[in-house]
C-alpha cells in the first residue's frame, strides 16, 4: 500500500513495510492485529498509540487495546516497583490460567489458542522464575501438572493490590459512573462469537487480507 503522499517519517510501522497516514492507519492496524504481524505486546503499544493520535475512530477494538495497555503498562510499573521480575505477555496469561485452575500444560494450551510446544516453553521459564512449580499427576504418572509457587501467590497478591489502585486512579479521572458502566458493559453476556456471513466472493477476498500478505512478502 503506497500513498500519493509522503508518509510521516516517524512511522512505527515503518519496519513492516506498510505505510500508515491519517487516511488508512486505522483500517491497516487492524488488520496487522488480525493477521499476526504484530505480535509484541510493546510494539503494539507503540503501534496503536500512532494510530490513536492520527484520528478518533467507531472501531471498538481499538480503545479495548488503548484501555488494555493503560492498565498492563501500569501493572507492570507497579511490580517493578515492588521489585518483582518483568513478566511478557504470555508468561502471564499462562499464570492466569494456572491461578484460574487450569494445572495441565494441554488445557492451558487450548484454552488460550496455542501450541503445546508454546505452553511448554512458557510454563518452562515461568519455573525457571520461580513462579510456579510442575509436578508428578497424582492420577497419571505419565503427566505433569502445574501449580503456583509460593512467590508467585506473593506475586499475585501484588498484582492485586495494583488492579485495585488502577481502578481507584481510573475513577478519578474519568468518574466512577463511566468505570461501573465499563464493568457493566463487560461482565454483560456477549454471547457466542458471530460467525460472519459470506454474502458475496468480495469477502473471500477481503483487502485488507491483501494488504496483509503484501505486508508479510515486504
Excluded at 493503560?70 to 490460567?97: E, K, N
Aim: aromatic letters at 6%; proline letters at 5%.
Amino acid at each position: 500500500m503506497t500513498p500519493s503522499h509522503v508518509p510521516d517519517p516517524g512511522n512505527p510501522f515503518a519496519d513492516l513495510g506498510v505505510a500508515i497516514d491519517a487516511n488508512v492507519g486505522v483500517s491497516t492496524f487492524v488488520n496487522l492485529l488480525d493477521c499476526h504481524i504484530v505480535e509484541d505486546l510493546a510494539a503494539i503499544r507503540v503501534r496503536l498509540r500512532y494510530v490513536w493520535r492520527m484520528k478518533k475512530t467507531d472501531y471498538l477494538i481499538l480503545p479495548l487495546l488503548q484501555a488494555f495497555c493503560w492498565f498492563d503498562d501500569g501493572l507492570q510499573a507497579y511490580l517493578d516497583i515492588c521489585g518483582w521480575d518483568h513478566i511478557t505477555r504470555p508468561q502471564s496469561m499462562v499464570m492466569i490460567s494456572v491461578l484460574s485452575g487450569q494445572d495441565k500444560p494441554s488445557v492451558i494450551a487450548r484454552s488460550l489458542g496455542i501450541s503445546r510446544q508454546a505452553a511448554h516453553v512458557t510454563i518452562l521459564q515461568l519455573a525457571k522464575l520461580g513462579m510456579i512449580e510442575i509436578t508428578a499427576d497424582a492420577s497419571d504418572g505419565r503427566a505433569k501438572v502445574v501449580v503456583v509457587s509460593k512467590k508467585g501467590r506473593a506475586m499475585r497478591a501484588d498484582a492485586d493490590e495494583a488492579v485495585k489502585a488502577l481502578t481507584i486512579e481510573l475513577r478519578s479521572r474519568i468518574g466512577s459512573r463511566a468505570v461501573n458502566n465499563l464493568f457493566e458493559a463487560f461482565r454483560a453476556d456477549w454471547g457466542d462469537v458471530p460467525k460472519p456471513r459470506l454474502q458475496s466472493t468480495r469477502l473471500k477476498r477481503s483487502p485488507l487480507k491483501q494488504v496483509g500478505r503484501r505486508s508479510r512478502q515486504t
